[in-house]
């Protein structure tokens, strides 16, 4: 089914609460759906997917026509082997499927908890914690190709996924809308506990079992990060940047206590909430927006922010670290 609405406030529909509007936001519920709304006749002449609204920051009044995935159902399509096939729709709420997963007892997801947004987003932005992502239990994804008219399905090879990356958001972005998902979800047990204090977490609720790795992991997230509904924020505002190995050795070198995560021979990750916190400005406010006092990488809506005064913050933010460790990070969050 397909619904319509014209001149839609925004602000109860992205997670940083920000006052804007768009000219029409259409939701469909059926994959088929998209034939009718892209039919040549009246095919939207600027569109965005709206997800959960979870990663977007709206700076201006959006003029063009939002395209609402709401479908919500989740199928068992095959079993082989030990691996379950699982497909879910691109509305479904990330964590509600997290859930199923967990109570089902099939593994893969665990690590993956609370994090907000909608199945339809997780390819794009290969979302990930503790140690995994997304592109780890995808198997492949069906989409709508907006300009070729056509459905289309990807295998996970094919959607080229990096950190924090995919084709959707490179040589497939803004041509091709999320219709569903499917997962290889593992029957017998697969736990990932390397990554910081999850496997002490884990054993604090009595050992190594999907429902305390995952119970662990939303009270990790819970203790860091603000409720979307008390202080508007988009989750992690910047992505970990990625550096030669040398740099990471050099400012080691100079900082004993800083994380570093090695990629490759030549590649590692830092922490750029690390970063941000040692260069002083975890806790720091800037008129109605702010770094949360808890976890650096997260900023957020005091009350009544624009989306412009949070970029001039994220803006800041990225000097400051710039000057201080000679290292750019850059936003994780989409602004429009």
């Not at 593994?107 to 908890?113: H, K, R, Y």
């Not at 997230?221 to 990625?242: W, Y």
Request: hydrophobic letters at 40%; one cysteine or more; a negative charge.
């Amino acid at each position: 089914m397909i619904k319509i609405w014209k001149e839609c406030p925004l602000r109860d529909l992205n997670s940083f609460h920000v006052e804007e509007h768009a000219d029409c936001i259409i939701e469909f519920d059926q994959k088929e759906d998209l034939d009718t709304i892209f039919a040549e006749a009246n095919e939207p002449s600027k569109w965005f997917v709206l997800g959960g609204g979870n990663n977007i920051l709206f700076t201006q009044r959006f003029d063009g026509t939002l395209i609402k995935p709401v479908g919500k159902a989740i199928t068992i399509k095959a079993q082989i082997d030990d691996s379950v096939i699982v497909e879910a729709e691109a509305g479904v709420e990330w964590d509600d499927l997290v859930e199923w997963s967990v109570s089902n007892n099939l593994w893969g997801m665990e690590n993956l908890s609370l994090i907000p947004g909608s199945v339809g987003a997780a390819p794009v932005q290969n979302i990930g914690a503790y140690g995994a992502e997304a592109k780890d239990v995808i198997e492949r994804v069906h989409c709508f190709n907006v300009s070729e008219r056509r459905h289309r399905t990807l295998g996970n090879a094919e959607c080229h996924f990096a950190y924090r990356d995919s084709i959707f958001k490179q040589a497939l972005k803004g041509k091709v809308i999320i219709t569903s998902v499917e997962f290889r979800l593992s029957k017998s047990p697969q736990p990932n506990l390397t990554y910081g204090d999850l496997s002490k977490e884990v054993e604090a609720r009595g050992g190594t079992s999907l429902r305390n790795i995952r119970d662990a992991v939303c009270a990790i997230r819970r203790s860091k990060l603000p409720d979307t509904a008390v202080l508007g924020n988009a989750g992690s505002f910047f992505k970990n940047p990625i550096v030669n190995k040398s740099i990471g050795e050099e400012l080691k070198a100079q900082y004993d206590n800083m994380p570093i995560y090695p990629l490759s021979e030549s590649k590692c990750k830092l922490a750029a909430g690390w970063l941000i916190d040692k260069a002083g400005l975890k806790g720091f406010r800037k008129g109605r927006v702010g770094v949360h006092d808890k976890q650096a990488l997260v900023l957020v809506n005091l009350g009544g922010a624009t989306g412009g005064e949070v970029i001039d913050l994220a803006h800041e933010v990225q000097l400051v670290v710039k000057e201080k460790f000679g290292i750019e990070i850059e936003p994780e969050v989409n602004i429009l």
